[in-house]
């Protein structure tokens, strides 16, 4: 007798009241917008080669690799300190879901080794950093937590390529780089201490100089600890030392390489005494460490340690702003698929006006963090072939990136669970496991106060990094022939705004206080130029020129002075939010016409 219940005579009746989520699509294929902004930054026979493995991670991370990441989080790491003799061989147990996802980072797309050398995914050259931070993007949206140990494997390469001597290269490049499990060695850096985490010249380990081996390599002895160690047992960390008579700050800090095992295969002398029970990141493995005179490897000149770390740091600080990228495109399409497929009172609650206004929200800021990370990653290319200009730039676009993305991955993974309701506080959908992850960005690599020192004390006000990013966005939207002229004397003025702001804000010791603003200033004018530029160019092209009003809502939001109490309508605005949320592409006349 066939089924006569309400929900098959069309009526929803039950479950089928609760709105889909996005589990079971391809990532990649439903992102227009980064489909959109490849076109734009990536060489055309390069993205053609790339798309199917973008195409084949993004059906991954929208199907298995999410499925993976739900589990790992219900089942994090534990920490066995000893061996049934009582012999202080620790090692820590994951579950299979956890190595399963290893095995799809590591062995199949070779993230720790593709921008090193080539081979990864079939390049004949290393990826360049627009290829790696996409897939970095596609990933991050199933999973947050395999990306720290992907991320420091990979600038843990960096630094003994860029540093490491050749005796050194020979002993652990190689395995470092390889996607063979069997011999396969993963890095990481282990960094901060009780007493030194943003002040790193605090740092308390002392290392010891043993001599030159017979293999070239040099060796110290570590004595210490090391508080919050993320991958706790990867199998090089590098770290900041003092050599023992160093000077204090840090200028005395040396860079080593701690091997987990020695070469004879026995475990070196020290511990993870236990592992964080942590708010986020629940699948991967942060601990603490005791040194006990462990071997370590010197790395680079070793009266220049922190000077080498803080090419690190930069590299790693980019890299959080890919992954609040990619988190905050995860809220957005959990909230639009919950917004669109929810009905109360009749009507989708994506119809509703205040709901709207929810979901742009959530758009704005995700849209600027994908148009920075296209922006940056194509800098850091430019850059890395021998660019200056691309160079300076970059020095000044990573630490605005990270300071201002990570933070608004948090409030953007809020709104989103708000707009899925209830259930999304719950465990079983994605959006309570974003809440808790969003917050490390704002941690790692530096806090925001440090990022937005770094950006104002250095970036700013010892390089005029500023000037080098407000000549360099001019360049790309004032050549556009697509953009109406009215609109290009708004975003210069814009910009000529924030860049006296920032100076004044370097200038002045007193005015620290609002380096964060200054920061994220700077963001939010280098968000609107490009967002304009890139609008208007994928538009001219007879495409989607929806960026255009992203732009102008940047500026009238983010730039311009508001009345909290206004009442009065801007019938501009409300038109572009109709053309934003719907899925038909923006013509460039309409688009060029709404920001004029």
């Known amino acids: 007798?066939?089924?006569?219940?309400?929900?098959?005579?069309?009526?929803?009746?039950?479950?089928?009241?609760?709105?889909?989520?996005?589990?079971?699509?391809?990532?990649?294929?439903?992102?227009?917008?980064?489909?959109?902004?490849?076109?734009?930054?990536?060489?055309?026979?390069?993205?053609?080669?790339?798309?199917?493995?973008?195409?084949?991670?993004?059906?991954?991370?929208?199907?298995?690799?999410?499925?993976?990441?739900m589990i790992a989080d219900k089942h994090p790491p534990v920490l066995q300190p000893r061996d049934r003799f009582g012999r202080d061989e620790d090692w820590i147990d994951y579950h299979p879901s956890y190595r399963e996802m290893e095995k799809i980072a590591f062995d199949e797309f070779g993230m720790h080794a593709m921008s090193h050398r080539a081979g990864v995914l079939g390049m004949t050259s290393p990826a360049s950093p627009l290829v790696k931070y996409a897939i970095t993007y596609l990933f991050v949206q199933a999973e947050f937590g395999l990306m720290c140990p992907v991320s420091v494997s990979d600038t843990s390469n960096f630094i003994l390529k860029r540093y490491g001597s050749a005796p050194l290269k020979k002993l652990l490049l190689d395995r470092l780089l390889s996607q063979d499990p069997a011999v396969m060695l993963k890095g990481t850096q282990f960094m901060t201490e009780k007493a030194g985490g943003s002040d790193v010249g605090a740092i308390e380990t002392e290392a010891e100089r043993i001599g030159v081996g017979a293999d070239g390599v040099e060796r110290w002895k570590l004595h210490g600890q090391k508080w919050f160690c993320s991958h706790a047992d990867a199998d090089v960390a590098v770290m900041l030392a003092r050599p023992r008579g160093a000077a204090p700050g840090t200028k005395g800090l040396g860079m080593f390489a701690l091997p987990r095992r020695l070469e004879d295969g026995k475990r070196n002398s020290y511990r993870i005494v236990r592992l964080k029970d942590k708010l986020g990141t629940r699948s991967m493995a942060s601990g603490e460490i005791v040194l006990d005179g462990a071997i370590a490897y010197?790395?680079?000149?070793?009266?220049?340690?922190?000077?080498?770390?803080?090419?690190?740091?930069?590299?790693?600080?980019?890299?959080?702003?890919?992954?609040?990228?990619?988190?905050?495109?995860?809220?957005?399409?959990?909230?639009?698929?919950?917004?669109?497929?929810?009905?109360?009172?009749?009507?989708?609650?994506?119809?509703?006006?205040?709901?709207?206004?929810?979901?742009?929200?959530?758009?704005?800021?995700?849209?600027?963090?994908?148009?920075?990370?296209?922006?940056?990653?194509?800098?850091?290319?430019?850059?890395?072939?021998?660019?200056?200009?691309?160079?300076?730039?970059?020095?000044?676009?990573?630490?605005?990136?990270?300071?201002?993305?990570?933070?608004?991955?948090?409030?953007?993974?809020?709104?989103?669970?708000?707009?899925?309701?209830?259930?999304g506080y719950i465990e079983e959908w994605a959006n309570a496991r974003l809440v808790r992850d969003a917050q490390i960005g704002t941690l790692w690599e530096g806090t925001s106060n440090i990022n937005a020192l770094d950006v104002v004390q250095r970036a700013v006000g010892k390089a005029g990094g500023h000037k080098v990013l407000s000549a360099a966005l001019k360049a790309k939207y004032e050549a556009s022939a697509s953009l109406p002229g009215q609109y290009k004397g708004l975003l210069g003025a814009a910009l000529d705004r924030v860049e006296h702001f920032v100076e004044a804000v370097a200038r002045d010791p007193a005015q620290e206080k609002r380096s964060r603003m200054a920061a994220g200033a700077l963001y939010h004018a280098t968000t609107a130029a490009l967002m304009a530029w890139e609008g208007a160019t994928l538009g001219a092209q007879g495409g989607d020129a929806r960026r255009l009003l992203l732009s102008r809502l940047v500026v009238e939001h983010r730039l311009s002075p508001q009345d909290p109490l206004s009442l009065a309508e801007s019938k501009w605005e409300q038109e572009a939010m109709d053309l934003l949320l719907s899925d038909a592409p923006v013509p460039l006349a309409k688009a060029a016409a709404l920001v004029a």
């Open 298 to 423: 010197l790395v680079g000149d070793v009266n220049a340690g922190f000077k080498q770390m803080m090419e690190q740091v930069n590299l790693s600080r980019l890299s959080h702003g890919v992954r609040a990228a990619a988190m905050m495109r995860r809220c957005l399409n959990e909230a639009l698929a919950a917004a669109r497929g929810r009905r109360a009172f009749g009507h989708a609650i994506a119809d509703y006006p205040l709901l709207r206004r929810q979901l742009m929200k959530i758009m704005l800021p995700t849209e600027q963090a994908l148009s920075m990370f296209a922006y940056a990653a194509d800098t850091m290319g430019r850059a890395d072939m021998g660019d200056k200009d691309a160079a300076n730039l970059l020095r000044i676009l990573t630490p605005v990136y990270k300071f201002r993305a990570c933070r608004d991955n948090i409030p953007v993974a809020s709104t989103a669970l708000e707009v899925r309701g209830g259930i």
């Open 1 to 69: 007798m066939p089924d006569m219940s309400p929900a098959v005579a069309g009526t929803p009746h039950g479950a089928h009241y609760i709105a889909p989520d996005v589990h079971g699509q391809n990532f990649f294929a439903i992102d227009r917008q980064f489909q959109d902004l490849m076109s734009l930054y990536m060489e055309p026979g390069l993205r053609a080669a790339m798309t199917p493995h973008f195409d084949r991670l993004g059906a991954l991370a929208g199907n298995r690799l999410d499925e993976l990441a």
